[in-house]
């Protein structure tokens, strides 16, 4: 089985400065796939960011990237130049090469001040 | 084009009660898969629809939990005699491809919530 752990329930940041939410996971698998949604008030989720794991390049998506660290299992996400639309629910989510369902952490509540 | 939709947006229901709630998926997407995400918790799969496959419904919580998807394309996810353990907000989320969910993006639909009182 995967288990996904996001250790921030929450976290603040202030409008133009940077964050990262943290992301752990345990698999067995060796060929998988990761991914970071936002889920704002609306409960619309939406795919920001998704790296393969048997790439070694971390991914970037405008202002977000991710910093993957397969040995250690860390798949952590930087957020810079914070914006107040930014405010949501961030999951980290898994998934096997060789399955589709998607294994999600409990989330981290990011709150972007003025 | 038009994303993921699900009706409805909220529905409150008594305990005891069945309800039923529908996915429309994006048009042309052969994958299909319901999600329950409760208070403070991340999504928990619930079943997967692939075409006209039989679904993968491992992750259905108890018999009282049903789904179908006609024509491989409407779903509908029901729940006999609900309880207050029900109320959550259920999420539908539809893919191109079924070969591995990291190949091609899940898009997923704003959600249903429900209270069971």
């Known amino acids: 089985a995967q288990t996904v752990t996001q250790s921030q329930p929450e976290m603040s940041v202030q409008e133009a400065e940077t964050v990262t939410l943290s992301c752990t996971y345990d698999t067995s698998e060796n060929n998988y796939y990761l991914f970071w949604y936002k889920q704002p008030p609306s409960r619309q989720m939406i795919l920001v960011i998704r790296?393969?794991?048997?790439?070694?390049q971390n991914a970037t998506e405008n202002r977000f990237s991710v910093n993957f660290q397969k040995a250690a299992k860390s798949f952590s996400l930087k957020i810079s130049d914070s914006q107040l639309g930014d405010t949501a629910m961030y999951f980290c989510a898994f998934a096997p090469n060789s399955g589709y369902a998607l294994n999600f952490g409990k989330g981290t509540s990011l709150l972007v001040t003025p | 084009g038009a994303g993921v939709s699900q009706s409805p947006s909220n529905k409150v229901t008594e305990k005891g009660k069945d309800v039923e709630l529908r996915c429309d998926p994006i048009s042309g997407h052969t994958a299909l898969y319901w999600y329950r995400q409760s208070l403070g918790q991340g999504l928990e799969f619930l079943i997967y629809f692939q075409g006209n496959s039989a679904p993968d419904k491992s992750g259905l919580p108890s018999d009282r939990f049903s789904a179908e998807r006609t024509g491989g394309s409407v779903s509908t996810l029901t729940i006999q005699r609900t309880q207050q353990e029900d109320s959550a907000v259920y999420l539908c989320a539809s893919s191109p491809r079924t070969s591995g969910a990291g190949v091609h993006e899940q898009f997923f639909g704003p959600g249903t919530r429900l209270t069971v009182l």
């Open positions: 790296q393969e794991a048997y790439k070694q």
